[in-house]
């Protein structure tokens, strides 16, 4: 089989059919949910037996490169399954799963707040640029607020303009 047949429309009911590595790792690499992910492992586990150690192992090794590091343990683990434990692993990984989301989206929360609190300081940064620009010269202004120079002179003159 060739990979660029693959890349060219294939379908995870063809990619299945075909059972070898190049089907399975394009199988998994495939855009899909984490849950579709660890559907699509357990059908590997499940349907693939042709696959030798090796062919197994480089499976497990792709995996490990290229997905998140708890989800790809737990592909591993269905992997190095009995046919009878993957029926039942994979039912059990969804809490995982969700668990893995909502880390995601509070890491995005907190990403958020960084990102609110560094605009903050650089608002103050400004404002307190503004309130000193009759008092001080720029280059002064810039050292004693944490501004570049450039950034002192385009505030005087914005402020100026404002006059």
């Given amino acids: 089989m060739n990979p660029i047949d693959i890349n060219n429309g294939f379908t995870k009911e063809k990619l299945v059919e075909n059972k070898n590595v190049t ?5 998994l690499d495939q855009k899909i949910t984490p849950i579709e992910f660890l559907e699509r492992v357990k059908t590997i586990a499940l349907l693939f037996d042709k696959l030798t ?10 995996i490990k490169n290229t997905t998140e590091d708890r989800l790809a343990e737990k592909a591993r683990e269905v992997l190095d399954a009995s046919k009878e434990e993957v029926k039942n692993m994979v039912a ?16 995005g929360i907190e990403k958020g707040i ?3 609190i560094e605009k903050g300081i650089e ?24 501004l570049n120079i450039e950034e002192v002179k385009k505030i005087r003159k914005e402020t100026e303009a404002g006059k």
């Fill in 23 to 27: 089907s399975a790792i394009f199988l």
């Fill in 53 to 62: 150690k090796e062919e197994l192992k480089a499976i497990k090794h792709w």
């Fill in 92 to 107: 059990n990984n969804a809490f995982i799963i969700k668990e893995m989301e909502e880390r995601a989206e509070k890491k």
């Fill in 114 to 116: 960084e990102k609110g």
């Fill in 123 to 146: 608002k103050g940064k400004i404002d307190l640029a503004r309130n000193l620009l009759d008092i001080l010269d720029d280059e002064t202004i810039a050292s004693k607020v944490g």
